[in-house]
């Protein structure tokens, strides 16, 4: 075999192999960094905004992102399920305009500001998440309803 195509061989396998382990370390993210740059990226309201906002009147789309079982359990006044899993594939067809107002929440916030965040790539201009989600909504003392109606949320301690 001849020097030149030696080096050809040696080359292509410094290539292959020097790419995969410069990408391999940009793709792997753990679960908080995910969410940590997520809300690095996004706007957030307190569960404080939007109680005013509800109270006013604004015009936004509220949309609880958990799980129809999580949703019908108990959800903020006014708010729209629409679950994580289908958010990307369904929001187009239920919200067209790419400058709708929305706010997004789960129970915590971590869904949501990964949903917020996804929304900011396809163009969704006035999303926001809701900072502490249906929790901090409910420790706030505002009202939540599900099928039997209106409830607030009662803190108890756990006994052991």
Not at 28 to 39: D, F, M, R, S
Not at 53 to 61: S, T
Not at 69 to 75: L, M, Q
Request: proline share 3%.
């Amino acid at each position: 075999m001849s020097i030149p195509k030696i080096i050809a061989i040696l080359c292509s396998i410094f290539f292959i192999f020097g790419a995969a382990v410069i990408h391999s370390d940009e793709i792997v993210k753990t679960v908080p960094q995910l969410i940590k740059n997520a809300k690095s990226q996004i706007s957030e309201v307190t569960a404080l905004e939007l109680k005013n906002d509800l109270d006013a009147g604004k015009e936004f789309v509220l949309l609880d992102v958990r799980t129809a079982k999580e949703f019908d359990a108990g959800h903020i006044p006014k708010s729209v399920n629409l679950q994580r899993g289908l958010l990307e594939f369904l929001i187009g067809k239920k919200y067209p305009e790419k400058d709708t107002n929305l706010v997004l929440y789960c129970r915590t916030d971590p869904r949501s500001a990964l949903c917020t965040n996804a929304l900011k790539e396809m163009g969704y201009s006035n999303a926001k998440n809701l900072k502490g989600g249906f929790k901090a909504w409910g420790e706030a003392g505002y009202s939540i309803y599900n099928r039997h109606g209106e409830f607030k949320m009662v803190a108890f301690e756990k006994k052991e």
